[in-house]
């Protein structure tokens, strides 16, 4: 995800990469708008950060950025500065089978992201023509950033590559993916404890607050309790298209959520909504003292 504003100014320990990455065709076409025939493969280089995190944070907060040249429409240079996530990274590095130039080990600089950033916007081949395969190019980009953090690309690592293993293996990376592992094993857990039961909300329209009130102690008006994705399976069965619904949320016994919706398909959206946050980010939930007050009405 490429970003145009960098907020993380905290100076700490960084590893840093330089990528290669075989480009061909359209992709390559970029670079070489002018070629008339058909393109060659042309190598492509990125730089890669990898902050070490901060004492106070978890490892998966690791931050990566990612900077390399980017050309416009008027063949001048301008930097590319992006963010990657690490529940991405794995995924990304593989799909655009980025490759890691030198097996030696990487280069460690103390630097903040926002630093990162300045050097990269800072570069003095920024604003000036592309020129491949002279001399503005962007494996001169990425040594002109190196340049200002004292760093120099020996000669002979340009013959040699590696691949999201190395990668992987960097302690940082490491940690961060053994702390995800961790977190998401916590949120399935998590979600693996709540359990959900329903019932139509308009069982007692014609008795008024009274009957409602009756409908909702009745504990034949409400179906089952049961998890995230058997409540969906029941509800597209059991649920229907012109009646409201009311669905309670249940964790060690505890309401923590009551949930009023328009209909079946509006009812298994929002479950979904839940289970969602649950994944992203782990054991959240906090009991209520007044749990009916916490009402959610969704419009499809």
């Known amino acids: 995800m490429s970003v145009t504003r960098e907020t993380d100014a905290e100076v700490r320990?960084?590893?840093?990469?330089?990528l290669q990455q075989l480009l061909s065709g359209e992709a390559a076409r970029k670079f070489l708008s002018d070629a008339s025939r058909e393109l060659p493969q042309i190598q492509h280089w990125t730089l890669l950060a990898i902050f070490d995190t901060p004492p106070e944070a978890m490892d998966h907060e690791v931050e990566i950025r990612?900077?390399?040249?980017?050309v416009g429409p008027d063949k001048a240079i301008k930097s590319l500065y992006s963010k990657v996530e690490?529940?991405?990274f794995e995924k990304f590095f593989r799909k655009e089978n980025l490759k890691v130039l030198g097996s030696q080990q990487p280069y460690r600089i103390q630097a903040s992201p926002l630093q990162l950033k300045q050097a990269c916007d800072g570069n003095a081949m920024n604003g000036r023509a592309y020129d491949h395969p002279v001399h503005l190019h962007c494996q001169h980009w990425v040594k002109e950033v190196l340049r200002k953090f004292g760093l120099k690309l020996p000669v002979h690592d340009l013959l040699e590559d590696c691949g999201w293993a190395y990668v992987a293996g960097l302690a940082a990376v490491q940690k961060g993916l053994?702390?995800?592992?961790?977190?998401?094993?916590?949120?399935?857990?998590?979600?693996?404890?709540?359990?959900?039961?329903?019932?139509?909300?308009?069982?007692?329209?014609i008795?008024?607050?009274?009957?409602?009130?009756?409908?909702?102690?009745?504990?034949?008006?409400w179906s089952s309790k049961m998890g995230f994705n058997e409540a969906e399976e029941d509800l597209k069965q059991n649920g229907a298209a012109d009646r409201p619904i009311t669905m309670k949320l249940n964790q060690g016994g505890f309401e923590y959520a009551r949930i009023d919706a328009v209909d079946a398909r509006a009812a298994i959206a929002r479950l979904k909504v839940e289970k969602s946050k649950i994944k992203r980010n782990g054991s959240q939930i906090r009991y209520l003292d007044k749990p009916h007050l916490k009402v959610a009405k969704l419009r499809s």
């Open 207 to 221: 008795c008024g607050s009274i009957g409602a009130r009756l409908a909702e102690i009745n504990p034949l008006r």
């Open 86 to 88: 690490l529940t991405r």
């Open 178 to 205: 053994r702390s995800l592992r961790k977190v998401q094993g916590g949120a399935e857990e998590e979600e693996a404890s709540i359990t959900v039961k329903w019932m139509f909300a308009d069982s007692s329209v």
């Open 13 to 18: 320990a960084a590893s840093l990469l330089v």
């Open 66 to 70: 990612m900077c390399e040249l980017e």
